[in-house]
Nanobody
């Protein structure tokens, strides 16, 4: 059973930056494809970014491409989401997710393990 704990959320102004972290425990981190999803108030949880377990291949939602960067440190069992040029529409709870299928999915249903989420608020 993998446990995921996110941190790094907060309140920033439009144009600002934040870096989210997600630390995994209870499993072999390098086995997992890691992803970030987000859920805004009244909306469905949506895919933001994902990174392959070994190759470092990344995938991004169009809404964050060019502004967000996902990375991982397998030695620290940690995945990061660097968020730049933040906009009010990026305001959401951000969730870390893990999957051991070896494939990079954008569908929420494909991920077996989830963190509790961290709030990101971008003020205009």
């Amino acid at each position: 059973q993998v446990r995921l704990v996110e941190s790094g959320g907060g309140l920033v102004h439009t144009g600002g930056s934040l870096r989210l972290s997600c630390v995994a425990s209870g499993g072999t981190f390098s086995r997992y494809v890691m992803a970030w999803f987000r859920q805004a108030p009244g909306k469905e949880r949506e895919f933001a970014a994902a990174i392959h377990r070994s190759f470092g291949t990344t995938t991004y939602a169009d809404s964050v491409k060019g502004r967000f960067n996902i990375s991982r440190d397998n030695a620290k069992s940690t995945v990061y989401l660097q968020m730049n040029s933040l906009k009010p529409e990026d305001t959401a709870v951000y969730y870390c997710a893990a999957d051991d299928s070896g494939l990079v999915w954008t569908a929420r249903s494909r991920y077996d393990y989830w963190g509790q989420g961290t709030q990101v608020t971008v003020s205009s």
